[in-house]
């Protein structure tokens, strides 16, 4: 009985010292269970071993759950630097597209393509009404729309059509009265901040616009291709009155009211009309005291830049 049991426990302890067990360790059962004639210590010790496996098993156990779990941690902290880096190289490569002519960046390359047509001056987009062209697709489109007559922009208030949404939105401005963009110069007020762009220029005599022609300058650019109409376009609007001749035919129809008598431009303070809106808005200076042009000698201002060239002449040719 004794060997049978010998063999039976040396195949248990086998089989659990190739778990947790050394070699020594088995030695050692093995050589105290042939002492034993009584099975029960052994099935004792056998017990107790089997504990003893248990707790190292357990313990292995935990040691493995916080290695996964540190490595969860780890996994998760480098899934979320992976996200951070990948969100990182998004937000710093906005603006991976330069412009070589002027540095400007864009962040696809389309953009910088459509770019640089302001510096080659190509105009591929061209309209199919008359022979006029467009470095952009949608220059066109809303070009193309005073030919058709399309407006799709409505106002709401008043009914009124636009060809394109700018217009609209600066329209809509007169319903609301809102004048929020104010001269620091002379405190006047302006529905758009370009509008207040362009007044600054009458304090800072700023003009930007200047004809590769002859040099003359503007301070706005409608002034510019007005006057460079002067050097190339054809004069092909006529007045059948006196048979004077006009670039463009908004020139006509002003110079049109000399004969008709028309001042559609009434000022609201006094009732008095004009042929032009620059003439009414040089008069409206006469209700609200504004002198924007100042004379850098001795402080004096005025109502219109004529009446201050005129006075500049008190101080000497060299200022004139």
Do not use: W
């Not at 710093?92 to 864009?106: D, E, I, L, Y």
């Not at 105009?123 to 952009?136: A, E, L, Q, T, V």
């Not at 009211?257 to 004009?274: A, D, V």
């Amino acid at each position: 009985m004794t060997s049978a049991l010998t063999r039976s426990f040396s195949v248990e302890s086998s089989e659990l010292s190739s778990a947790v067990i050394s070699e020594r360790q088995r030695q050692s059962l093995l050589k105290d269970s042939e002492k034993m004639s009584d099975p029960e210590p052994c099935r004792i010790k056998q017990e107790e071993t089997e504990e003893l496996i248990d707790v190292k098993v357990k313990e292995e156990s935990e040691e493995l759950s916080k290695d996964e779990e540190k490595h969860h941690v780890k996994s998760e902290t480098e899934s979320d630097s992976k996200i951070e880096h990948s969100v990182s190289v998004k937000t710093t490569a906005v603006k991976r597209f330069n412009c070589t002519q002027c540095g400007k960046s864009f962040v696809q390359p389309s953009h910088l393509h459509q770019h640089m047509r302001i510096h080659t001056g190509e105009k591929p987009h061209k309209c199919s009404h008359c022979d006029k062209s467009f470095s952009h697709s949608g220059h066109l489109t809303v070009h193309e729309r005073t030919h058709t007559g399309e407006k799709p922009y409505t106002c709401t208030h008043c009914g009124k059509s636009f060809k394109c949404s700018s217009h609209l939105n600066e329209h809509m401005i007169i319903h609301t009265g809102e004048k929020t963009h104010r001269c620091g110069h002379c405190g006047k007020t302006f529905l758009r901040p370009a509008v207040l762009k362009k007044h600054l220029r009458v304090h800072t005599k700023e003009k930007p616009y200047s004809c590769s022609e002859c040099g003359s300058s503007f301070t706005q650019q409608s002034s510019l291709r007005r006057h460079q109409q002067i050097h190339t376009a054809v004069r092909g609007f006529v007045c059948f009155e006196c048979e004077k001749t006009f670039i463009t035919a908004a020139e006509l129809s002003r110079h049109q009211r000399i004969h008709t008598g028309e001042k559609p431009y009434t000022c609201t303070q006094c009732g008095k009309s004009f042929t032009q809106s620059t003439h009414l808005n040089k008069h409206i200076m006469v209700h609200t005291g504004e002198k924007p042009f100042t004379c850098t000698q001795c402080g004096k201002s005025f109502t219109q830049s004529s009446h201050l060239t005129s006075h500049m002449k008190t101080h000497g040719a060299n200022h004139v």
